[in-house]
């Protein structure tokens, strides 16, 4: 038996900024942090992508250990690639296996890379990328069936697809059916409004913030159905993000630059190349990965507009990042890579009237962690937690490690991360 029950509510691109600066209009976050322990800079991974991020806090370890390195896999061929969506892809154990291990019951819903788990209750985060196939099918074959089958059959009615804010609206009916009447030990939930907003309006824009104020009123929802279900008094919460996001308005297509030197071969009359390429660079929005020796591309990358550094292959992995990439490169603020070839330069503003299409944002994350005011941030409150206190720094890796401590829980391996100090209350052992 867990020492209390965890509920984990990630507020996708949630930043430190965002309760600095907006902390009157999230009333209810607001009394949270009053209540409980704000861990307010949170470091995050290389890259700052949601599958890796996701990955990271649920593990307690870097991307170069788990292998979640990125939210696509490679496939050039592919305008719309398959995403790391099955646990299988991860090499680390989640905290969720060692809680089913340990006896506990696990719930999840839309939390990153969990597809085809045995997390009890689980609706797992995965899209239809195949013209053969559609939302229902891919759901029913990734998540928990019959639970998926109820959930619809209770608040399909609330979303629209996949698209926001409709599916928050179907998320978090969801998370509190399940906290009502299953009671799980431990709960993951992902919520994704405020990250839909931003990539199509920008960081600070009107959309960014109404969502963030849904996002608060999700929150008391959730808080309130354990109350319903009388399992409050026992119950840890923890609000956090998993990366913030910088505005952009140009495009890197890097591999336009391999392509007029020979090193792939664009398909033509599409954005996508061959599998025969010497040369590749996979996108992570503000960083993109090389496959290939990095001495003979260095000039030839350094000389395109907005590079801000290129990282060895050595020293990504000291970053925690892909550990077979030969090299990694860095955009400055402003600018992010894309996979794409066939485009009229390399160095393309984006289009506003493209928004919202492939690959085309107003704001975008992926960068590395020590952006200026790039901070995620973290919220911890219920009886294990100590009440109005502050942790002004931890890393995204801790967090993992400091939800098992709550659940007197511990990983089969040592982890990167550590419990962060002053969280939790010192009789909670």
Request: glycine share 6%.
């Amino acid at each position: 038996m867990a020492l209390h029950k965890l509920v984990v509510i990630s507020l996708d691109s949630l930043g430190l900024r965002d309760l600095d600066e907006f902390r009157e209009f999230v009333p209810h976050l607001d009394q949270l942090i009053k209540r409980g322990t704000w861990v307010k800079r949170v470091r995050g991974i290389f890259p700052t992508l949601t599958y890796p991020s996701h990955t990271s806090i649920i593990t307690g370890q870097y991307p170069a250990i788990h292998g979640i390195v990125n939210n696509t896999k490679i496939q050039p061929q592919r305008e719309s690639p398959d995403w790391y969506w099955y646990r299988k892809d991860v090499k680390a154990m989640p905290l969720y296996d060692v809680a089913r291990e340990a006896g506990l019951t696990t719930a999840a819903f839309l939390w990153p890379v969990t597809a085809r788990s045995k997390i009890n209750y689980n609706l797992a985060e995965i899209f239809p990328n195949r013209i053969w196939t559609n939302q229902v099918l891919v759901s029913l074959k990734a998540s928990s069936p019959l639970f998926l089958y109820q959930m619809n059959h209770r608040y399909g009615k609330l979303r629209r697809g996949i698209k926001q804010p409709w599916l928050d609206d179907f998320v978090t009916a969801c998370a509190v059916d399940t906290l009502k009447n299953k009671r799980p030990d431990l709960t993951l939930i992902h919520l994704v409004d405020m990250d839909s907003m931003r990539h199509r309006n920008g960081v600070r824009s009107p959309q960014a913030k109404a969502a963030l104020q849904r996002l608060d009123r999700r929150v008391a929802k959730i808080i309130q159905a354990s109350r319903d279900a009388g399992t409050y008094d026992d119950t840890d919460f923890v609000i956090l993000g998993d990366h913030y996001q910088i505005n952009v308005d140009k495009m890197i297509h890097l591999n336009m630059a391999f392509a007029k030197q020979g090193l792939l071969t664009p398909i033509k009359g599409k954005s996508t190349y061959k599998n025969n390429w010497r040369v590749t660079a996979k996108t992570c929005d503000g960083d993109t990965k090389g496959y290939v020796d990095l001495n003979k591309l260095k000039q030839l990358i350094a000389g395109v507009e907005g590079v801000e550094r290129i990282y060895s292959g050595a020293e990504a992995v000291k970053l925690g990042a892909d550990p077979k990439c030969s090299f990694l490169v860095e955009a400055k603020p402003g600018y992010y890579f894309t996979d794409e070839v066939n485009r009229p330069a390399i160095v393309e503003k984006v289009d506003p009237s493209s928004l919202g299409t492939h690959d085309r944002y107003r704001a975008v994350h992926g960068y590395g962690p020590n952006q200026p005011n790039y901070f995620t941030t973290a919220i911890f409150v219920g009886p294990s937690i100590n009440q109005g206190k502050e942790v002004e720094t931890a890393h995204l890796v801790d967090e993992g490690p400091t939800f098992a401590k709550i659940l007197g829980l511990h990983y089969p391996a040592p982890t990167a991360g550590q419990v962060i100090p002053g969280v939790i209350k010192s009789e909670v052992k």
